[in-house]
């Protein structure tokens, strides 16, 4: 059952601020469907209200998520594909803050291909993925550690890790501050916690398209700050990525956790609001945005259908993408579907 028919449990105040004073900002999803997002007026968080409640939506990423959005129990070639070119992309920014042999935690680690590809260049890398076709083929098919579950049922021992990443799930869970304070329990002091959310200022994205059910939070850099921050930790950066559409926080775990006043977020719902309201479907159509991004995914597909050719199976693959990364070099000119013709 689609995540909305279950979307019934009022918001009492805000994740941040606690705030109970919120703007209706959008009242439908990317697909049409009835979805009622507000901004909190305090802070410029925006979520979804009303929202399914816990154990529907544990149910849902148990056993829907990936059925609803891949048509698939497992990642086919085609997806570890996709996934292990993203894989690369977030290696790269990952790099500054690994020492060989860091310790990783990959929450939501999904087909398991980032977490493969630190541990080919040489990192004590697992996963925590809760939907059970996902976690058992990265485990069954490129063998590496990942538990089945989310933060309820998380193992992990205190202290003991390096670095922590959570790409693409705060905007999904329930109580993220809860979350990241869970998360800041299994780093070393000194180690980070890397998160990367859609950003809620995307411009590069039809203005329809921005909200969608499974997301119950839409956090901006400031929105995404403050949420480490009252998790107790340091804020070493944010950033956004090229086309504006994500936006990436870096925390550092302190000796002691940081006690600070939450700082104060006075105009961020103000530079929210304005921004939703401006980025209208007329205004995006005169960016190059709707142009561009279609191109881009045909070639995109087309480089993928190449590439996925010269492979069996999503291990191999995966191996040549890390491949890629450890000698960059090789590889400068050959990006795409000639790079693993002259090296698969
Ligand atoms: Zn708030």
């Known amino acids: 059952m689609p995540l ?11 994740e941040l601020c606690h705030s109970t004073h919120f703007t209706v900002v959008a009242s439908k999803d990317r697909d049409g469907q009835p979805l009622r997002s507000v901004i909190c007026e305090n802070c410029g968080l925006v979520f979804s209200d009303p929202r399914p409640d816990s154990t529907q939506i544990d149910d849902f990423y148990r056993e829907g998520y990936r059925m609803a959005y891949k048509q698939a129990w497992q990642p086919r070639l085609k997806h570890t594909y996709r996934a292990g ?7 790269r920014h990952l790099m500054a803050l690994l020492v060989p042999g860091s310790s990783v935690l990959d929450f939501g680690s999904g087909g398991g291909e980032l977490v493969f590809i630190l541990r080919e260049l040489g990192h004590e890398a697992r996963g925590i993925e809760p939907n059970i076709g996902y976690a058992e083929y990265s485990r069954d098919v490129l063998g590496i550690t990942v538990q089945i579950g989310g933060f309820a049922e998380a193992r992990v021992e205190p202290r003991s890790l390096d670095l922590v990443t959570l790409f693409h799930v705060a905007e999904h869970l329930e109580h993220p501050v809860e979350a990241f304070k869970q998360a800041a329990q299994w780093l070393r002091v000194g180690g980070k916690l890397y998160i990367e959310v859609p950003n809620v200022e995307s411009r590069c994205i039809w203005p329809s ?3 969608h059910q499974a997301h119950l939070y839409n956090f901006n850099a ?11 930790l340091g804020v070493v950066t944010t950033f956004t990525s090229e086309d504006g559409g994500n936006v990436t926080a870096i925390f550092e775990k302190p000796e002691t956790p940081i006690d600070t006043a939450p700082a104060p977020l006075a105009d961020n719902a103000d530079r929210i609001a304005r921004i939703l309201r401006d980025h209208t479907a007329f205004a995006h159509a005169f960016t190059a945005h709707p142009y561009t991004r279609p191109i881009q995914k045909l070639r995109r597909q087309w480089d993928e259908r190449q590439a996925i050719a010269h492979f069996s199976d999503g291990k191999t693959l995966l191996q040549h993408l890390a491949r890629e990364i450890k000698h960059p070099q090789r590889h400068d000119h050959h990006d795409g579907p000639k790079g693993a013709l002259a090296t698969a």
């Open 4 to 14: 909305h028919a279950f979307s019934s449990t009022p918001v009492e105040h805000c």
């Open 85 to 91: 070119k993203v894989a690369q992309d977030r290696m």
């Open 222 to 232: 400031a929105t995404l700050a403050q949420a480490g921050r009252l998790a107790g």
């Open 209 to 211: 398209s921005r909200f």
